[in-house]
T-cell receptor
Framework: IAGITQAPTSQILAAGRRMTLRCTQD?????MYWYRQDLGLGLRLIHY???????GKGEVPDGYSVSRANTDDFPLTLASAVPSQTSVYFCASSDTNRDTEAFFGQGTRLTVV | GQQLNQSPQSMFIQEGEDVSMNCTSSSIFNTWLWYKQDPGEGPVLLIALYKAGELTSNGRLTAQFGITRKDSFLNISASIPSDVGIYFC???????????FGKGNQVVVIP
């Protein structure tokens, strides 16, 4: 079934450790996004990529980095995790022709201790 | 960033009742969307609206793009238990494809 796959589904991480959240889509969508979801704050955009080879900062980019080496993959890296990065992370993608209709992955629940 | 205000934040409704929720902003949007998130899942697109005044239905769901382009509503008719979840509105200002999301409405359907 076509869609977006995120890995891992959940992770407990020690503060200070480096972590990469993986995201792969097989819909050949040009645009991809990373959001974090926190209680009472809704979905906030971390980073985005309009097309392979380009990335941009969203609303809450500090402490995170992304890369877009190809169309399908959009990994999110926490260089040195802190407890405030405990959250549920969602990857999403959208097609150029319907660029606002984002399709979301199942999410990664990350706990930084 | 753009602020989207959803109201009410949570709703408890009896099965079979209709439910309406609203999303407003001080900014003018070119696109409004409504998503639903089931527990433990990612948001799923329900309805997309592209023109001011547009009224669109998807089964028991109806959504409208406000004339002022600063608001949208979603109505669920004859609610059923599987309507439980968090409903998010999202808007796009235009000129880019980055959406702003509201904080969500939690809907609980009482059998």
């Amino acid at each position: 079934i076509a869609g977006i796959t995120q890995a891992p589904t959940s992770q407990i991480l020690a503060a200070g450790r480096r972590m990469t959240l993986r995201c792969t889509q097989d819909m050949r969508h040009n645009a991809m996004y990373w959001y974090r979801q926190d209680l009472g704050l809704g979905l906030r955009l971390i980073h985005y990529s309009n097309t392979a080879g380009t990335t941009g900062k969203g609303e809450v980019p500090d402490g995170y980095s992304v890369s877009r080496a190809n169309t399908d993959d959009f990994p999110l890296t926490l260089a040195s995790a802190v407890p405030s990065q405990t959250s549920v992370y969602f990857c999403a993608s959208s097609d150029t022709n319907r660029d606002t209709e984002a399709f979301f992955g199942q999410g990664t629940r990350l706990t930084v201790v | 960033g753009q602020q989207l205000n959803q109201s009410p934040q949570s709703m408890f409704i009896q099965e079979g009742e209709d439910v309406s929720m609203n999303c407003t902003s001080s900014s003018i949007f070119n696109t409004w969307l409504w998503y639903k998130q089931d527990p433990g899942e990612g948001p799923v697109l329900l309805i997309a609206l592209y023109k001011a005044g547009e009224l669109t239905s998807n089964g028991r769901l109806t959504a409208q793009f406000g004339i002022t382009r600063k608001d949208s509503f979603l109505n669920i008719s004859a609610s059923i238990p599987s309507d439980v979840g968090i409903y998010f509105c999202a808007g796009q200002l235009g000129g880019n494809n980055r959406l702003a999301f509201g904080k969500g409405n939690q809907v609980v359907v009482i059998p």
